[in-house]
C-alpha cells in the first residue's frame, strides 16, 4: 500500500514515496473471541498484547504456526509466550536491494532516480483497536459518518518498530493509522488541504532551516497531526481560500502550544505523546524561543520560505492586484490534463504473467466498476482495463497458436480481435496500434495497412497531446478551458 505525501497527492520537491506491505495470510486480532472470523488453517493469527506497553504500542503474540522461517526465527520467549520481536523482523525483511539504503525507524529508506523512499513491512489488522475507540465518539463534525464508519471497518496496521521509552523498546510495535489518515485527507476541502501543503512547506523551508539543534524534532507527520486536531474542533469558523492564512495560522498557533508544552497527542490516540522521547529538555526550549521568534513576525515569517516569498511579494507591490482562489480557474486546461496524465501514464503499465493472471486482473476491474468512482478514478480505470484487455488479446493468442486446434484457435483470435478493438473504443488514439500489430502477426497485413491509416487520420487532428507534447492554443481550442470537467 502506497501512504506518504505522494499518495495524499502533494508533489512538493523532496516529496517521498512511502510503501507499507503485509502478508494477507497473517492477521492481528486484539481479542481471543475475533478470531472466530478466521479459518486459521490458512491464517496466522497474532495477538495484540498492550498491557505493558505505552498507548499506541503494543506486543504481538503468535497464536497460530506461522509457516515463514524468517518469522520463526524472529520470535522471542517472554511469560511463557512466544512473541514477534519488531527488531528481529526489521532486520529479516530489510533486503537493502538498492544500493545506499538504510535503516530508519520502521523502514528501510533510500533513494532511486532522485526519487526518496519508504519501505516498511508491517502487519494488518481487520479490526479497531479499542484504544482508539474515543476518536469515533469524537467525530461529531468531522469526518462525517461514513467516512468514520469506513475507517473503522478497514482497521489498522502495526509496524515494527518500539516506543524508546517503553520495556519492550525491541519488542514492541507501534499501530500505524495510514490508511485511516489518508482517508481523512481526502475528506479535506480544498482550503484545508492548501493549508496543509503550507504547513508542509513552512517546516521544511522555514522551520527547518532556524537551528541546526533542532531541525530534525518536528516532522511532517507533526503538520498533518496540527491540521487534523484544527479541523475536527472547528477552530476556524470557515475554511475557504480567502482565509488560507487565517487557517494557517490557527495551525502554527497550535503547534506553538504544544511544543510550549511538550505535548503533542497523537489523533487517534491522544494518549500517545508523539512528542515525548525528542522534543524536551533543552531542545525542547530552544526550539519553542526560534517557533516564537517566527511567532512574533506575524505572517511576515512566511517570507522566509522561498516557494511562497515569490508569490507574496507580487501581491505585496501590487495592492490592487486581484487574486484568484477559484480552484476551477487557477490552472489551465492543458497544464490540469497534463498533469492528470502524468499520474496516470506511470501507473498502468502492468504486465501480467499468463492467462490466469489476465483474468484475475479483469474480475477486479468488473468489481471495481460498480463501485462509486470520482470522474478521475474512470479515467484511470479505463486506462487500466485497456492495458489489461491488451495483454489477454496477445496472451490468449499465444497459447493457441499453432497448437493444431483450428476451432480453439478461431475462437481465441474472434476473442483476441474483439478485446482490442474494445480498447481502441475507450482508449488512447495509440491504443489502435495493437490491433495493427496484432493483424502483422497474424498475416494480416492489408487489415494492418488499414488500421494504421485510420490512426494517420486521427493522429492528424488538432489539439492532441502526447506526454508532454503539447500546442496548449490548438488544446484549448479542443476541447474547451474548463478543468476538472468530464469529456
Keep these: 500500500m502506497e501512504s506518504g505525501s505522494v499518495r495524499e497527492g502533494f508533489r512538493l520537491e523532496g516529496s517521498d514515496i512511502d510503501i507499507m506491505y503485509w502478508l494477507n495470510n497473517h492477521r492481528v486480532i486484539f481479542g481471543m473471541s475475533q478470531s472466530e472470523n478466521y479459518y486459521t488453517e490458512n491464517k496466522t493469527l497474532i495477538l495484540s498484547d498492550s498491557s505493558e506497553s505505552p498507548p499506541g504500542f503494543s506486543l504481538l503474540e503468535l497464536l497460530t504456526p506461522t509457516p515463514y522461517r524468517k518469522f520463526q526465527s524472529a520470535c522471542v520467549p517472554m511469560n511463557d509466550r512466544l512473541y514477534i520481536s519488531s527488531s ?23 533513494e532511486v532516480r532522485g526519487i526518496e523512499y519508504d519501505l516498511a513491512f508491517c502487519f494488518a489488522c481487520d479490526f479497531w483497536p479499542r484504544s482508539a475507540s474515543s476518536w469515533i465518539n469524537r467525530c461529531h463534525s468531522w469526518p462525517d459518518r461514513e467516512v468514520v464508519n469506513e475507517i473503522v471497518r478497514n482497521g489498522c496496521h502495526f509496524v515494527p518498530i518500539g516506543h524508546p521509552l517503553g520495556l ?20 479535506m476541502n480544498h482550503c484545508q488541504f492548501l493549508t496543509y501543503g503550507l504547513l508542509k512547506i513552512f517546516l521544511k523551508e522555514v522551520i527547518d532551516k532556524q537551528l541546526e539543534e533542532t531541525n530534525k524534532l518536528l516532522c511532517s507527520y507533526h503538520m498533518k497531526t496540527v491540521i487534523f486536531w484544527v479541523i475536527q474542533q472547528n477552530a476556524v469558523p470557515l475554511w475557504c481560500p480567502q482565509n488560507l492564512l487565517v487557517g494557517f495560522w490557527v495551525c502554527f498557533k497550535l503547534l506553538l502550544k504544544w511544543v510550549y508544552e511538550g505535548v503533542c497527542p497523537n489523533f487517534f490516540i491522544p494518549e500517545n505523546n ?11 526550549r530552544k526550539l519553542f524561543l526560534k517557533l516564537h521568534g517566527l511567532y512574533e513576525k506575524g505572517l511576515v515569517c512566511l517570507l522566509q520560505s522561498p516557494s511562497i516569498r515569490s508569490y507574496m511579494t507580487i501581491v505585496l507591490y501590487n495592492p490592487r492586484l486581484s487574486i484568484c482562489s477559484n480552484q476551477d480557474r487557477m490552472i489551465s486546461e492543458c497544464d490540469h490534463d497534463k498533469q492528470l496524465f502524468n499520474e496516470i501514464d506511470p501507473n498502468t503499465s502492468y504486465s501480467p504473467k499468463n492467462l490466469d493472471h489476465c483474468i484475475k486482473y479483469l474480475h477486479t476491474i468488473e468489481l471495481m466498476i460498480g463501485e462509486p468512482l470520482t470522474q478521475y478514478q474512470v479515467l484511470m480505470l479505463q486506462r487500466i482495463t485497456a492495458t489489461i484487455l491488451q495483454s489477454t488479446a496477445f496472451t ?23 478485446m482490442l478493438k474494445l480498447t481502441a473504443k475507450f482508449g488512447c488514439i495509440s491504443d489502435m496500434m495493437y490491433i495493427a500489430m496484432f493483424y502483422c502477426k497474424t498475416f494480416r497485413y492489408r487489415e ?20 508532454n507534447h503539447v500546442d496548449p492554443e490548438r488544446y484549448t481550442e479542443a476541447v474547451g478551458d474548463s478543468p476538472g470537467l468530464p469529456r
Design 88 to 110: 528481529l523482523i526489521k532486520q529479516q525483511t530489510q533486503t537493502h536491494y538498492f544500493p545506499g539504503s538504510i535503516g530508519h525507524g520502521p523502514c528501510e529508506s533510500g
Design 168 to 187: 519492550h523498546e525491541q519488542e514492541e510495535w507501534r499501530m500505524s493509522f495510514s490508511l485511516a489518515e489518508h482517508k481523512l485527507v481526502h475528506s
Design 396 to 418: 490468449l493468442h499465444n497459447m493457441y497458436t499453432n497448437t493444431g486446434h483450428n476451432k480453439q484457435m478461431y475462437i481465441a483470435d474472434r476473442m483476441s480481435c474483439h
Design 274 to 284: 508523539l512528542f515525548l522521547s525528542k522534543v524536551h529538555g533543552s531542545a525542547q
Design 448 to 467: 494492418a495497412l488499414n488500421i494504421t491509416e485510420m490512426i494517420k487520420v486521427k493522429l492528424a487532428q488538432p489539439g492532441l497531446m502526447y506526454t
